[in-house]
């Protein structure tokens, strides 16, 4: 990996063209970077710096990267042609700010926190919303496993600036600053009121409309069933995230309205469980999201 690190230095510094005399790697367009888990340790993020370098960069996904940008070493705001950007099983300080300031126009982000310090769901939504211009896509979540004591009690905040906003992946204790476990807590009131009024900013027949693109709405949680069959199990995963028995039936209760009102506008609503998503994902049906 250090000698990799030392070629990508030298090919953006320009030390180190092609045979032809050809700038190094000038067609790159995505990186893809996945690491075997070894003693706790990952891949630093300083180590990314080069690719936000790179001409033709649009796609970069990393896995188990720590840490930020050493002042010295931040890159200029919108500086980097990257659009799509995912940090997965990660831990990220200051909200993925060093990654996220020089994409010029990034139009995805996604990122699963995995680490034992807290998520700062505050900072991620200053970070993005630099961007909300251009994003597209957006998912922040805590990466399955990781214990949901390791998320602040904050919530996102108003997505109303998104306005090229067409994906939404967030769960519902980032949305409402709270893990939900049971409907008695209340807070699934507060969850579903905003989401109804968020897809009715949507679809408003108006002359301005928030969020014209939007087309995908999907809550994730932890809404497994324990209380079924191995035959009953098998029978929902077959059509997972379809409504089944496979989560509990309060999460389709509580948010009837809301589906009800994303069929009527044409918005697809889809419920999540992350542990059914690791856990069968080799059983799961194609393309599910």
Sequence with gaps: MHCIDLMLGA???????FVDG??????????????????????????????????????????????????????????????????????????????I?????????????HDSSRLDIDAFSQSLGVRKESLEELSVDHF??????????????????????KHLRL????????????????????????????VKAS??????????????????GTFQNPNLSSQERSEGLKIYPEPSSLLVSWIYEITEELRTLCLENGVSFTVHDAQIERQ???VLPDGTP
């Design 280 to 282: 069968y994902t080799e």
């Design 171 to 198: 769960s519902m204790d980032i949305l409402v600053g709270d893990r939900l476990r049971t409907p008695d807590e209340g807070k699934h009131k507060v969850l579903v009121a905003e989401l109804c009024n968020f």
């Design 22 to 99: 050809r700038p190094g790697l000038s067609g790159l367009r995505q990186v893809h970077i996945k690491l075997i888990q070894s003693a706790g340790r990952g891949y630093t993020s300083r180590k990314l710096r080069p690719f936000y370098q790179l001409p033709s960069m649009k796609v970069l996904k990393a896995q188990m990267v720590i840490g930020g940008f050493v002042r010295a070493g931040q890159l200029p705001e919108k500086s980097s042609p990257i659009e799509h950007l995912e940090i997965v099983q990660s831990c990220m300080p200051n909200g993925c700010h060093d990654l």
């Design 101 to 113: 300031a020089p994409c010029k126009n990034l139009k995805s982000f996604k990122y699963s926190h």
């Design 144 to 165: 399955w496993g990781v214990s949901l004591g390791t998320i602040d009690n904050q919530s996102f905040g108003s997505l109303s600036d998104y306005a090229a906003l």
């Design 11 to 17: 090919i953006v510094a320009g030390k180190m063209p």
């Design 203 to 220: 679809h408003v027949r108006a002359s301005y409309v928030v969020f014209p693109l939007f087309k995908q709405l999907g809550i994730g």
